[in-house]
């Protein structure tokens, strides 16, 4: 075994007890969970209530002031260096911005996916292996954005572009993927296309995704799961079905809040 490592189910993830301040304020206090690999999991509450920290924290863009996350027992907190690297790697971020090179064409954006993966040098120099091109390909055409791939990326759509910064995490080859409002800046046809493509990569490549997001019936149509967020503190985590009226008032506060998200 490892250093800090216990064991676990393949693909678990756990946070225990994660807190992350900044100054005075918590945006994350006692959150404490297990989601099992394949998974998907939605993260809903206001604005402010520590949705996008949790995320930054799981994949180590932040680190927690307190309390520990694990994946298959390694403590991913105390990762550093080239660990550190192998862990981003694998923990693949979705943004609501797309965050895609607008003048860029789309397959050169996909394989910026690969850019972590050795050897760097050449992908740095824009050479990228056949290899890494046929993961490239593979992915828009699972995307369904094969005839796209010569198109410069600000060409496309909205919900195209984020079908691409699908891809690219997708050629990462990531065991999690954490998408921050990924439909946030799309209309409802965007909305659904981008969401049907993350559920089929969840199902259909036993991928976890923990989603961020501001709507209850999307998180309800796509998620196996709920988590939800109120200051900083998990009040709800269960299924679906299970988030009521009352749970909601929980999540979001106040019954004007909850129309917000509904
Ligand atoms: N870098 C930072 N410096 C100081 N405070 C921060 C920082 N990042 C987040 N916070 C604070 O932490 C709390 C949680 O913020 P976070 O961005 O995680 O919320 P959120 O649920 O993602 O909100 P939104 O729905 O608006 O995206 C907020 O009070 C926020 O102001
Ligand atoms: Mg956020």
């Known amino acids: 075994m490892i250093p800090n490592q216990v064991r676990s189910a393949p693909g678990l993830l756990v ?12 945006a994350v206090s006692g959150v404490s969970f297990e989601v099992p690999r394949g998974q998907m999991v939605a993260i809903i509450g206001r604005s402010g209530a520590g949705k996008s920290t949790l995320l930054n924290l799981t994949n180590r ?14 403590d991913i907190a105390r990762l550093n260096g080239d660990a ?3 862990w981003r790697r694998n923990c ?3 943004f609501q911005r797309f965050n895609l090179v607008d003048r860029l064409d789309v397959l050169t954006n996909v394989l910026t996916g690969r850019l972590n993966h050795p050897p760097r040098w050449p992908k740095l120099f824009g050479r990228f292996s056949e290899e890494d091109r046929d993961r490239a ?9 094969d005839d796209q791939a010569l198109k410069r ?12 910064a699908i891809a690219r995490a997708l050629v990462q080859e990531p065991k999690i993927i954490l998408a921050d409002e990924p439909v946030a800046s799309l209309d409802p046809i965007n909305s659904k296309s981008v969401m049907d493509a993350l559920r089929t990569i969840n199902q259909e490549r036993d991928i976890t995704v923990l989603c961020n997001l501001h709507s209850v019936p999307l998180a309800k149509e796509y998620c196996d ?20 009226e009352e749970e909601l008032v929980e999540v979001y506060g ?9």
């Open 15 to 26: 946070t225990k007890n994660l807190e992350r301040r900044f100054g005075e304020s918590i």
């Open 61 to 74: 863009l932040l680190d927690p002031t307190s309390g520990s996350i694990f994946y298959e027992g390694l």
């Open 84 to 86: 550190l690297l192998a």
């Open 92 to 94: 693949a971020m979705i």
């Open 137 to 145: 390909i593979d992915a828009l055409y699972t995307l369904g954005l």
């Open 153 to 164: 990326a600000d060409q496309l759509s909205g919900g195209q572009q984020q079908r691409v």
């Open 225 to 244: 799961r709920i988590i939800g967020l109120n200051a900083g503190k998990i009040v709800f985590d269960g299924a679906c079905a299970d988030l009521g």
């Open 254 to 262: 106040s019954l004007t809040a909850i129309e917000d998200a509904l």
